[in-house]
């Protein structure tokens, strides 16, 4: 038989990691929204046939993680 006594640990262990999820993610994403904009700043001082090729790479990647996205989530 399962030990009664451990289910509340690990009830309020989820529900720790449930309320630190979110921040978590507010962290990965400003990290990553540091990352694009000094991207971003790199491709503009190289000049616009840069800008054409980093712009058709990065579609690429939006849709590919879009897709990948749409199929885990299921």
Same mark, same amino acid.
Not at 51 to 58: P, S
């Given at each position: 038989? /399962? /030990? #009664?006594? *451990?289910?509340? +640990?690990? !009830? +309020?262990?989820?529900? !720790? $990691?449930? $309320?630190? !999820?979110?921040?978590?993610?507010?962290? %990965? &994403? +400003?990290? #990553? !929204?540091?990352? =694009? $904009? =000094?991207? =971003? &700043? *790199?491709? #503009? *001082? *190289? &000049?616009?046939?840069?800008?054409?090729?980093?712009?058709? %790479?990065?579609?690429?990647? %939006?849709?590919?993680?879009? #897709?990948? &996205? =749409?199929? $885990?989530?299921?």
């Amino acid at each position: 038989m /399962d /030990d #009664v006594s *451990r289910y509340p +640990a690990t !009830l +309020a262990e989820e529900t !720790l $990691l449930g $309320l630190l !999820l979110p921040f978590w993610q507010l962290v %990965i &994403g +400003a990290f #990553v !929204l540091f990352v =694009v $904009l =000094v991207s =971003v &700043g *790199r491709l #503009v *001082r *190289r &000049g616009p046939s840069r800008m054409t090729t980093a712009l058709l %790479i990065t579609a690429a990647a %939006i849709a590919g993680f879009t #897709v990948v &996205g =749409v199929l $885990l989530e299921s």
